[in-house]
């Protein structure tokens, strides 16, 4: 599998740098089960999902990851 037209947001930080003013597309990599999913950002908050949930700015996996998941943008 590739990501060739993804970009990596360095850390994990949700908003870091970036204003969403709409939602937003994202891809986040869980570091201990290596799931991969898309997401979306509205705002600075991820949008309800059984999967991932945040806390402050950092989006974590429920495999029950004490390391937030990476964060890859689309654009």
């Given at each position: 599998?590739?990501l060739s037209?993804?970009?990596?947001?360095?850390?994990?930080?949700?908003?870091?740098?970036?204003?969403?003013?709409?939602?937003?597309?994202?891809?986040a990599f869980?570091?201990?089960?290596?799931?991969?999913?898309?997401?979306?950002?509205?705002?600075?908050?991820?949008?309800?999902?059984?999967?991932?949930?945040?806390?402050?700015d950092y989006?974590?996996?429920?495999?029950?990851?004490?390391?937030?998941?990476?964060?890859?943008?689309?654009?």
């Open positions: 599998m590739t037209s993804v970009r990596e947001k360095r850390g994990s930080v949700v908003g870091e740098g970036i204003n969403y003013s709409q939602s937003e597309e994202v891809i869980c570091p201990q089960c290596k799931a991969l999913q898309t997401v979306w950002l509205v705002g600075n908050n991820l949008m309800p999902t059984t999967k991932f949930s945040q806390q402050r989006i974590y996996h429920n495999c029950g990851a004490r390391q937030p998941c990476r964060l890859y943008f689309t654009r």
